[in-house]
T-cell receptor
Framework: QKEVEQNSGPLSVPEGAIASLNCTYS??????FFWYRQYSGKSPELIMS????GDKEDGRFTAQLNKASQYVSLLIRDSQPSDSATYLC????????????FGKGTKLTVNP | GAGVSQSPRYKVAKRGQDVALRCDPI?????LFWYQQALGQGPEFLTY????????KSGLPSDRFFAERPEGSVSTLKIQRTQQEDSAVYLCASNGVGRETQYFGPGTRLLVL
């Protein structure tokens, strides 16, 4: 089992809809979780970080963390074509130095 | 302030050549990370420095890969005797003391022919 798993997609939503991206992780002790957005040919850009169970909102983005279920998600409200990108879930593992362990990414397309 | 910078942005090497990739982290960031990203995959950890100390090199795929950060700022990732499977984007990231958020540079796209 990979340490961080994401549905690779692609995920396609119409403009204005809610896009839901999901991620599960294997290390029950993990404490730090990140969502990065990566446009084609570009480097990852931080969207959200979350450390506590529950929801964290920033503009149109909401990260949700459930440590008991080892599950973290990202919701994008009012999706825009400019949100079309690959979304990477990343986790800092317990005892794994400070390195990020990434999922494979979910490719999101928002259709005008 | 300036972000993480990397050079060169693109590198084409013939199989067997040695290459050196440079990373200039955000000023004051003590931690520096190298990742390798193959096409269609998420970044994979290679190695990690705290100041000049290489604290984790568990992700380096072979002894052909070597990284250094002699003065605790700029880092160089060296790949000796490049192979086609080394073709990937090499990403550098840094973060500050007590901060886990890593900021990525633009990457170096390496193509080994």
């Amino acid at each position: 089992q990979k340490e961080v798993e994401q549905n690779s997609g692609p995920l396609s939503v119409p403009e204005g809809a809610i896009a839901s991206l999901n991620c599960t992780y294997s290390d029950r002790g993990s404490q730090s979780f990140f969502w990065y957005r990566q446009y084609s040919g570009k480097s990852p850009e931080l969207i959200m970080s979350i450390y506590s169970n529950g929801d964290k909102e920033d503009g149109r983005f909401t990260a949700q963390l459930n440590k008991a279920s080892q599950y973290v998600s990202l919701l994008i409200r009012d999706s825009q074509p400019s949100d079309s990108a690959t979304y990477l879930c990343a986790v800092v593992l317990v005892g794994g130095s400070e390195k990020l362990v990434f999922g494979k990414g979910t490719k999101l397309t928002v259709n005008p | 302030g300036a972000g993480v910078s990397q050079s060169p942005r693109y590198k084409v090497a013939k199989r067997g050549q040695d290459v050196a990739l440079r990373c200039d982290p955000i000023s004051g960031h003590v931690s520096l990370f190298w990742y390798q990203q193959a096409l269609g995959q998420g970044p994979e950890f290679l190695t990690y420095f705290q100041n000049e100390a290489q604290l984790d090199k568990s992700g380096l795929p072979s002894d052909r890969f070597f990284a250094e950060r002699p003065e605790g700022s700029v880092s160089t990732l060296k790949i000796q005797r490049t192979q086609q499977e080394d073709s990937a984007v090499y990403l550098c990231a840094s973060n500050g003391v007590g901060r886990e958020t890593q900021y990525f540079g633009p990457g170096t796209r390496l193509l080994v022919l």
